[in-house]
């Protein structure tokens, strides 16, 4: 069975532009989670969805957006980046919404901002 | 607000050693506790988990010890490999939600 795949690996972007993370939950997964990894705030929650409703949201300015489409695929979007948003953005899956569904991660997006 | 604090921050253990990590929560309405463990460049995986019930709880190697009124709970690994050198991260989530409050990390570094 795929795992999660978080496309791009890598992206460098420019302060005051937007980006889009794209996220493939393994299959049969409907609940997908977003977090941020950064060597100064260590993992930090950013959003989670089911079946495409937000059920959850992390303390992030507005220009941290999210979505999951109906085959339960995710995409999150930053608009007018700052470098503070450079990390790395683990998405995980899981098949329920319980904390007992364990999360499955991916192995990220790196995402650095000049 | 630091509401799941993890200690040490690195731990050098040998191999066939006892690698503990220790980690405190504040939040009572706290109810799940993952560990996870990550490899550089790699994303997480989750380890073993336990909830506030039960005291102890055991997979293979890797065992949690929870102390329910000192709010505290810690990751043993018995026999210590060098394949088990990693990050290790405690957390902890509330009212059965998957929102994990996670720890600082423990960069565990197992000498041959």
């Known amino acids: 069975k795929a795992g999660v795949t978080q496309t791009p690996r890598y992206l460098i972007k420019t302060r005051g532009q937007q980006v889009t993370l794209s996220c493939s939950p393994i299959?049969?997964?409907?609940?997908v989670s977003w977090y941020q990894q950064t060597p100064g705030q260590g993992l930090q929650f950013l959003f989670e969805y089911f079946s495409e409703t937000q059920r959850n949201k992390g303390n992030f300015p507005g220009r941290f957006s999210g979505r999951q489409f109906s085959n339960s695929r995710s995409e999150m979007n930053v608009s007018t980046l700052e470098l503070g948003d450079s990390a790395l953005y683990l998405c995980?899956?899981?098949?329920?919404?319980?904390?007992?569904?364990?999360?499955?991660f991916g192995n990220g997006t790196r995402l650095t901002v000049t | 607000q630091q509401q799941v604090k993890q200690s040490p921050q690195s731990l050098i253990v040998q191999k066939g050693g006892i690698s503990i990590i220790n980690c405190a929560y504040e939040?009572?309405?706290?109810?799940?506790f993952p560990w996870y463990q990550q490899f550089p460049g790699k994303g997480p995986a989750l380890l073993i988990a336990i909830r506030p019930d039960v005291s102890e709880k055991k997979e293979g190697r890797f065992t949690i010890s929870f102390n329910k009124s000192a709010k505290q709970f810690s990751l043993h690994i018995m026999d210590s490999q060098p394949g088990d050198s990693a990050t290790y991260f405690c957390a902890a989530s509330k009212g059965g939600f998957q929102k994990l409050v996670f720890g600082t990390g423990t960069r565990l570094l197992v000498s041959p």
């Open positions: 939040n009572t309405a706290f109810d799940y």
């Open positions: 299959s049969g997964h409907r609940s």
């Open positions: 995980a899956s899981s098949l329920g919404t319980s904390a007992d569904s364990p999360l499955h």
